[in-house]
């Protein structure tokens, strides 16, 4: 044996090993897959960031990266009784210390008698913590003024996004014209682009009304579904709820459009509420999909099958990190669940610590609770600040030549329309890329902001945005739109004098 592996080896020696992964043999859905908010731009920003560490100098001292809804990135604190509970999870000695108030220590012990061991270190079920999970469900059924939940249908997930797979991998099936087809709203949030490439499942776009508001237009509903009809399936619409990137919150009526379309057609409806605490207009309100439907009657809220989802990530709390998260599911066929079930022990559980926050998201201090105050002013103050954000962002942008952009009615983006000259369209075709690419790298390039081309999230062919987070300080965010109006005026002089 020894002797056949050493002729082996020497008929093998200068010869090198080919790698059995490559991009000839990669996965083909994979290279499929684009995800924009940390695309090609963000990888840019990063080199420049090492650049200006090493001494490098350019017309600008820092990149201030707008490109991701990421708010302690961008320096927001986090609220002081939610990292209580988590730490007193992670190390319940501190149970001892006086410097820990009893309401936190309480929702503590009450989580870890729910955890294998008494400890945040163990897995849970694969749904999550039953009491986590029984919290959330109360949650629920205030926030929609007794709407019922029942919390066997509610399952934690790694983040909203982990939920959003999963369903998504239930309904992926068919092939050629029987494929699934995945109603998305254009503008979208890039995940769900790339999970349906990933999945190899059929894209159908369905455009909101930028002269509306980004209003959803039922009429476009039809049309888009009518039309994807002829090459796929169409099994499923997927609405966000405020608006990511576009920032607007749904009005009662158009959801209720919405539900009756899914009703007469027969679709699965994902609700993406992850900004449901993210609302500004004072004129704007929350309506959940669940409590609509639920206001629709029973022949529509006994058989409309919908999945909601929120997360740890946005809101007040901006716990991007701990990657919480849970989704509702109502109306699922029983096998339907236990598929999905099974699916979801597949990958165990979703992290402990992020179970813990979504649970003091759902269960914070109530007014009769020693930290209320504190928890109150904090949660007060970054919603009121966000607030201000959106308005100083929407009345900057809106009086700059060339950028129109709408009320940011919620969320935490902005996303402008951007005039683009034809000269700068042709000179970023010639260079192979999308107008609004070559717009934000020059902008990138010469102001060191990070922003994310509209056509990374979809738009409207001969229309160009950027998307914007409203998350950095008013002192920064202030230099930055600044920056942005100095910079559009320049480059619509320089490609205006070439016209």
């Known amino acids: 044996i020894l002797s056949a592996a050493k002729a082996s080896a020497g008929r093998l020696e200068g010869k090198l090993r080919e790698k059995t992964l490559t991009l000839d043999t990669l996965n083909p859905q994979v290279k499929a897959v684009e995800y924009a908010v940390r695309g090609p731009i963000v990888i840019k920003a990063g080199e420049i960031e090492r650049y200006l560490e090493e001494g490098g100098t350019k017309p600008f001292s820092e990149v201030i990266k707008a490109n991701i809804g990421d708010a302690h990135a961008m320096g927001q604190q986090p609220i002081t009784f939610l990292r209580q509970v988590v730490a007193l999870c992670t190390f319940p000695e501190l149970m001892d210390s006086p410097s820990f108030p009893e309401d936190a220590k309480w929702r503590a012990r009450r989580i870890l008698q729910g955890c294998g061991g008494h400890s945040l270190g163990s897995y849970s079920a694969s749904p999550g913590v039953e009491c986590i999970r029984k919290d959330i469900a109360a949650y629920i059924e205030q926030r929609d003024e007794g709407?019922?939940?029942?919390?066997?249908n509610i399952y934690l997930t790694t983040g909203a996004s982990d939920g959003i797979m999963t369903?998504?991998?239930?309904?992926?099936?068919?092939k050629d014209s029987s494929r699934t087809g995945v109603m998305i709203p254009i503008p979208q949030y890039p995940l769900y682009s790339a999970a349906i490439s990933e999945m190899d499942a059929v894209q159908v776009n369905y455009y909101l009304d930028e002269d509306n508001c980004w209003a959803l237009d039922i009429n476009e509903l039809y049309r888009a579904y009518q039309a994807a009809k002829l090459h796929c399936q169409p099994r499923v619409i997927c609405i966000i709820n405020p608006g990511n990137p576009t920032g607007q919150v749904?009005?009662?009526?158009?959801?209720?459009?919405?539900l009756h379309f899914a009703y007469e057609e027969n679709l699965f409806v994902m609700s993406?509420?992850?900004?449901?605490?993210?609302v500004y207009t004072p004129d704007c309100q929350f309506h959940s999909f669940k409590k609509v439907l639920y206001e629709m009657g029973p022949e529509y809220f006994n058989s409309v099958e919908l999945a909601s989802f929120h997360s740890t990530s946005k809101g007040y709390t901006g716990e991007c990190g701990f990657r919480g998260g849970y989704m509702e599911v109502i109306n699922m066929d029983p096998e339907v669940k236990a598929q999905m079930v099974k699916l979801l022990s597949v990958r165990l559980c979703p992290p402990l610590a992020g179970q813990a926050a979504m649970d003091v998201i759902v269960n914070p201090p109530q007014p009769d609770e020693h930290s209320y105050k504190q928890f109150r002013q904090e949660k007060s103050s970054v919603l009121g600040a966000l607030a201000d954000k959106a308005k100083l962002t929407e009345q900057i942008l809106n009086a700059v030549p060339g950028i129109k952009c709408n009320p940011v009615q919620g969320a935490m983006y902005a996303f402008p329309r951007i005039f683009i000259p034809p000269?700068?369209?042709?000179?970023?075709?010639?260079?192979g890329m999308q107008p609004d690419m070559f717009y934000c790298l020059r902008l990138l390039e010469e102001t060191g902001i990070c922003v994310v081309p509209g056509s990374g999230f979809g738009q409207k062919?001969?229309?160009?945005?950027?998307?914007?987070t409203i998350l950095p300080s008013i002192e920064?965010?202030?230099?930055l739109l600044g920056k942005v109006?100095?910079?559009h005026i320049r480059f619509l002089k320089e490609y205006s004098a070439l016209e």
């Open 485 to 487: 109006r100095d910079f």
């Open 272 to 278: 993406d509420e992850v900004y449901q605490d993210n």
């Open 476 to 479: 920064k965010l202030k230099v």
């Open 147 to 152: 709407v019922p939940s029942d919390w066997e």
């Open 250 to 258: 749904q009005s009662k009526k158009c959801i209720e459009e919405v």
């Open 461 to 468: 062919d001969g229309t160009y945005h950027f998307r914007m």
């Open 423 to 431: 000269k700068a369209v042709e000179e970023a075709k010639a260079l």
């Open 167 to 174: 369903i998504l991998r239930l309904l992926v099936s068919g």
